[in-house]
């Protein structure tokens, strides 16, 4: 980690202030090294850790390897962030950190300070940075359906598909149609916030009719009902595309009540929005 030996310096400095002149000498200072950290506590070379980064909080990241395996490293101001295979143009340390986007591969250099790991280096490829920042605004001219996204992002972490449910919101639609009512409107906008409210949160939308009506109808209907609840939710409510799940329709499938009566029919004409946090983020 650059700038460490500065550091040790200065822990060197403060402790020749407290001993009488001479007692530190030149082998007692060699012996402060680039391992000990400003209040003298002995930092271990750390393993090199490989792998997607797969949630970021504050000064933290969580990398996940293709065996699973998810490390928490700490970022700190000696912190080195390099992009490789051309000019990226990050300009500040901070603009450096924001870089470092979820689904990103990295290989992260460390330091050991108790259980503690610190990334001394991060390295990246230019060409993944720019994938995981389409992934991150969901922009049309990275990808040209949100398959493209998702499917990226669970290629990359070996566990994506493996999800705590955190909670469910259904909305009603009337017979063959997919617009909203107001109510559903509120509701979703209401979801949008639980979500948002909650760290590594994802919106999974999922539409459904019925039994009335064929097969092909329904799953065009409980697609055009899925579309327009993700539509609602990004327009209205400000959910951010890049965390939105592929919308599913499901037809006349896993009815939540029988179909047999009028009040079943009406419960199974729904859109479900899941709100979900990867099993391999949660908690983070």
């Not at 000696?78 to 990226?88: D, P, S, W």
């Not at 009540?257 to 729904?270: I, M, V």
Request: a negative charge; aromatic letters at 4%; glycine letters at 8%.
């Amino acid at each position: 980690m650059t700038n460490i030996a500065s550091k040790a310096k200065l822990a060197v400095l403060i402790g020749a202030m407290a001993l009488p002149m001479g007692a530190v000498s030149a082998q007692d200072a060699g012996t402060v090294g680039e391992n000990i950290d400003v209040y003298g506590e002995r930092m271990q070379d750390g393993p090199t850790i490989e792998g997607v980064i797969s949630a970021r909080r504050d000064n933290q990241m969580q990398v996940t390897a293709t065996d699973g395996t998810s490390t928490v490293i700490t970022l700190d101001d000696n912190t080195q962030i390099r992009g490789k295979g051309g000019f990226l143009g990050l300009g500040s340390k901070d603009r450096a950190a924001d870089a470092l986007l979820n689904g990103l591969p990295v290989t992260v250099e460390t330091k050991q300070l108790g259980t503690e790991l610190i990334a001394s280096e991060v390295d990246f490829k230019n060409e993944d940075q720019e994938v995981a920042a389409m992934i991150r605004s969901g922009t049309a001219q990275g990808f040209a359906e949100q398959t493209a996204a998702t499917d990226a992002l669970r290629n990359r972490v070996a566990d994506i598909d493996q999800y705590n449910v955190k909670g469910t919101t259904n909305v009603f639609f009337d017979t063959g149609k997919h617009q909203l009512s107001d109510r559903a409107e509120t509701e979703l906008c209401s979801a949008a916030a639980e979500a948002q409210s909650m760290d590594n949160a994802l919106l999974l939308v999922v539409g459904y009719t019925d039994s009335t009506g064929d097969y092909d109808f329904n799953q065009q209907l409980s697609e055009k009902r899925a579309s327009r609840v993700v539509n609602y939710l990004q327009q209205a409510c400000g959910w951010k595309p890049y965390r939105m799940l592929t919308p599913t329709g499901m037809a006349e499938a896993d009815p939540l009540a029988d179909n047999e009566s009028e009040a079943g029919k009406a419960q199974n004409r729904r859109v479900a929005v899941n709100i979900l946090v990867s099993k391999s983020v949660d908690g983070l």
